[in-house]
């Protein structure tokens, strides 16, 4: 039997509890809050409590307790067949003794058994407080699941945000659990906790940004960690994480890490996730020690985990590494890329041997690798390059998404509760991804929209240089990329209120610009400044050929030249000619009001070959001592070296044993040319290991370090490399 309700509001006071099969609710508006079951019950209502229950149907409707104590919930125990699809949780959330309880318990209890919940959401503000073992009161999660639970559940398409404790609960439970395509954002504690065999997690988002959390929330975020992969008292192994994005742009001190392998979890694998951290002292990855499992036995054999096309990128400073892992025996690191801008260490690797890393940057301020007690084989292990950033390669379709976009940034206008027209464009695509109405008008790469409600929201997305965000009516807020911006200006940074765009056309440029203030990368707009931009104080010197640069800064600028190339320049998110920005904007030698004349010579008095009388070279350069022509078309040279004579091996490699005790024994192989450096020797503590004399044959080198250093110029990247021991490395380009 199905029950369907017209719009309107129901009361329900009381719980519902027994055996039903084939039997079902379904709300018959046009969206799930058009059917809204409330209750006047503060003490809090599991409106449903179903056991021995099979082919059940909960649609389209919402629950919804308001902003009294009490809150509303269902709790299956089903044989098989429950559907729980487009339901909506309003109201607040309160602590357990002012009436919480979990909104959705579906639990399968037949091994053969499924269940699907899609399209449910859950973003309330929550009074929130301490865990429950510390205080004398706690919170209760959006879903829960225990050991009864031995089928498949099926989580798709849900939103759930801003928990007090942890959003799914999932980890003591034999049965799968398997997520697609969700969106969870700023839950305490955790967002999720899984783990074992059968239980993966996929296409899903997860952000932290506490200090923009709901401004109607109690209490204080403690621990919003994104996912604590565990198995409890199962100590069960197996399980995986692929094509999953986690964005920390703010958390409290003890957020540990977005994911936390407990001991209790083991032989996982985290496939083709991206890591933006721009908050200090949170890790991207950390893997407990099995043998000292905090939160259940310890995971029954094999330990090791793999992380196979992983991508780490952001600006937090880490007192620990970004990706840190503790006794997993036989661990592979393969196809991934860490590029973090604060003061940061890559990889730590402790006792785990066997280990391989493979066909991997590791371009960070500190050390690139540590291993400490384990073996080691590097292969293809390089240091200069930047990495995809969440969003890159992945659309992310909750209960809000109707459609996804291929395009690779993502601008969201959000409502403040007045009615608001508003317009932009964009250099290249342009797409609607989501709540996008019919009355929402995109022309080619322009929109004209409306938006009106606080908090919704009209999402596109984009590629190409982004115009500045006009308002014909009204007000609204506007963010790209998870990163609030100034509609005006685009700046998203209020001591560098101005931004610049430098819109490539496939061609390469190499562009000069100086302000009166200071220049940052802006964090959203373009793509990460690289080795060939050369960025100091309040002068760039960059290169752009198919990713554009996008910068923030202060004060006004000052001078702004083509020294190669040409091409399109947006200041403030308005397009402007070069020779308004400063300068003349010219290329080369800045002859002429169009940039150039026939042979690159003025009238007064330059040379006929084009050089000037202040010793520039004849393609422009100065007598500094670059090279002759300045650059190659990715804005490097040849083989790395100046004609100011400093080395033409460029790289560093430092195997550091000053901060160990026992010895490390190392080999490696590089792409070029190496040689020994000994400008390190001799180094206080050394030991009579140390004088040793290490092997380099050709592109080859082994050695043994003890509590002193050895280190190594080369050219290329490091193809293999194999340590034994405790001592760390680190890479160095000095043209980097």
Known sequence: MLVEFPPGEYLVNEQYSGSVDNWGMRGLGDAPDDVRFVTDDNDGLR???????????????????????????????????LQVHGVHFLGFNPTDGNGAVDNLNPQVVDPDGTAVVDGVVRKGPTDITSHGHLGDDANEGFMWMGSRHEGTLYIRNCHIENTGTNGVYVRGCPGDIRVENCLFRNNNQTSFRIGGDGCYIKNTRFEIDTDNANPDNGGEYINPNAILFETGDRG???????????????????????????GSGSDMEIRGCRFQMNVDDVQAILVDDPTEARLGDTAERPWEVHLDGVSVTGSGSLSNPAVEIHNRDGTTIRNSCLYMTGNTDGILLQDSDDSVIEDTNVNVTGQATIFDDSSVDTTNVTHTDTCPVPGDDSTFESSTTTSGSSLPNEITITGTGTKTNYEFATTGGLEEEREVEEWDEISGSSVNGWITDDGDVDVFGFDGGLGSVSFLEGKAEVSVNGHALDP????????????????PTGTSTNYSLSVSGDIADHPALGTSLTKYDSLDGGTLEGWVTNDMDAVVFSGEITDFSFVEGGTTVFLDGEEVAPSELGSDGSTDDGSTDDGSTDDGSTDDGSTDDGSTDDGSTDDGSTDDGSTDDGSTDDGSTDDGSTDDGSTQLPNTLTIDGRDTSGLTGYEFTVTGDLERD????????????????DEVSGSSAAGVVDEGIDQYRFSGDVASMRVEGKASLSFEDVDG
């Not at 994005?245 to 958390?251: G, K, L, P, R, T």
């Not at 000994?678 to 004399?693: M, Q």
Request: proline share 3%; net charge negative; aromatic share 8%.
């Open 47 to 81: 409106i449903l409590n179903l056991y021995d229950s099979s082919d059940i149907v909960i649609e389209n409707l919402s629950l919804d307790y308001g902003d009294d104590d009490g809150s509303m919930g269902l709790n299956f125990k089903v044989t098989d067949g």
């Open 236 to 262: 069960e192994s197996g399980g995986y994480l692929e094509n999953c994005d986690f964005v920390y742009e703010s958390a409290p001190s003890k957020t540990k890490a977005a994911i936390r392998v407990d």
């Open 488 to 503: 005006a200006t685009l700046s998203s940074d209020v001591d560098r209120p101005h931004t610049l765009q430098i819109v």
């Open 678 to 693: 000994a400008a390190t020797d001799p180094v206080e503590g050394a030991t009579r290991w140390d004088d040793l004399d």
